[in-house]
Structure formats: C-alpha cells, structure tokens
C-alpha cells in the first residue's frame, strides 16, 4: 500500500484547510483511514479516522471541527480532513495511515509522507 498526502498549508485562527490522502496499491484490505499529527516536542497524537463502512471517528481535540469522509474507485481509494474553526494548538504535521489486515493474519499501518499545517493567532 502506498499512501500520498496533500493539502495543508497556512491558515488563521478559525480558519479551514482540507487535507487528502489517497492510497494504492492492495486497497481491498485497508479497514480503515485517518490522520495523526505531530507537534514539534509532543508525541504523536491520533486525530481522526474512518472505517470501511463510513464509521469516523475523532479526538476529542478535533471534535466538532474536523470532519473525516472518504471515496474510492477501483484502484485508488481516498480519504479527506476537514479542518474547521482552526487553532494555533491543530499546528503539526499531519501524518496520513491506512491499517492493513492481511488475509494471513498479520496487519500493518502504512503512513503518508505527511504535510504541515500552520494555524497563527
């Protein structure tokens, strides 16, 4: 599975960006999306994710602000953030994944190169 993320950029506080992710490869497997993000000095947190059957699922952080959704064609399946009402603390990079579950029974996450976003006060 190969994922590549865009989107991201500068934005004020309460402003929106869009962020994309599309993965390829053995897509069929993929149970679900989402997004990470890493602030300079914190761990890495969990943001956001869906599963196959459109369950999304939020940080409490994000809640309210940021909504997940998803799309697919035959090779290529896609998954978007919206980012609403931003604040200085969303600033990070924003790490797509995709969870993978082999049909032999072993699962791996697979990451985006990730994108920065930038909200200023």
């Known amino acids: 599975v190969q994922l590549v993320d865009s989107g991201g950029g500068l934005a004020q506080a309460g402003g929106s960006l869009r962020l994309a992710c599309v993965a390829s490869g053995d897509i069929s497997r993929i149970e679900y999306m989402g997004w990470y993000r890493q602030a300079p000095g914190k761990q890495r947190e969990w943001v956001a994710s869906l599963v196959s059957d459109d369950t999304a699922h939020y940080s409490e952080s994000v809640q309210g602000r940021f909504i997940i959704s998803g799309d697919a064609d035959v090779i290529k399946r896609f998954a978007y953030l919206q980012m609403n009402n931003l604040k200085p603390g969303d600033t990070a990079i924003y790490l797509c994944?995709?969870?993978?579950?082999?049909?032999?029974?072993?699962?791996?996450?697979?990451w985006g190169q990730g994108t920065q976003v930038t909200v200023s006060s």
């Open positions: 994944y995709a969870h993978y579950s082999s049909s032999a029974g072993w699962a791996k996450d697979y």
